[in-house]
Nanobody, 118 residues
Framework: QVQLVESGGGLVQPGGSLRLSCAAS????????IGWFRQAPGKEREGVSC???????YYADSLKGRFTISRDNGKNTVYLQMNSLKPEDTAVYYC????????????WGQGTQVTVSS
């Protein structure tokens, strides 16, 4: 059973940066693609980014250039670097594991809150 734990969320001013982490336990992340999703209050969950097992990265079009996904298999962790944050980036961010980006996600973390506000 894959267990994922997100961390790194918090309150940041507009224009600031945060780095989210998705740490896995009970499994080696080498064999999984990891996606990041977010859900703002009153809105549907949306896909943010995904990194495949070979390191290929995919992003929502609206977020390209501001967010960067990466993985450190040695630390069994995937990161989401978020720069130039905007109030509309405020949401709960989740990571999830899948066999390949674009496929169904079988395992989800509990989420971490990101709030962008002055």
């Amino acid at each position: 059973q894959v267990q994922l734990v997100e961390s790194g969320g918090g309150l940041v001013q507009p224009g600031g940066s945060l780095r989210l982490s998705c740490a896995a336990s009970r499994v080696t992340l080498d064999y999984y693609a990891i996606g990041w999703f977010r859900q703002a209050p009153g809105k549907e969950r949306e896909g943010v980014s995904c990194i495949s097992t070979d390191g290929s990265a995919y992003y929502a079009d609206s977020l390209k250039g501001r967010f960067t996904i990466s993985r450190d298999n040695g630390k069994n962790t995937v990161y989401l670097q978020m720069n130039s944050l905007k109030p509309e980036d405020t949401a709960v961010y989740y990571c999830a594991a899948t066999i390949r980006c674009g496929g169904g996600y079988n395992y989800w973390g509990q989420g971490t809150q990101v709030t962008v506000s002055s």
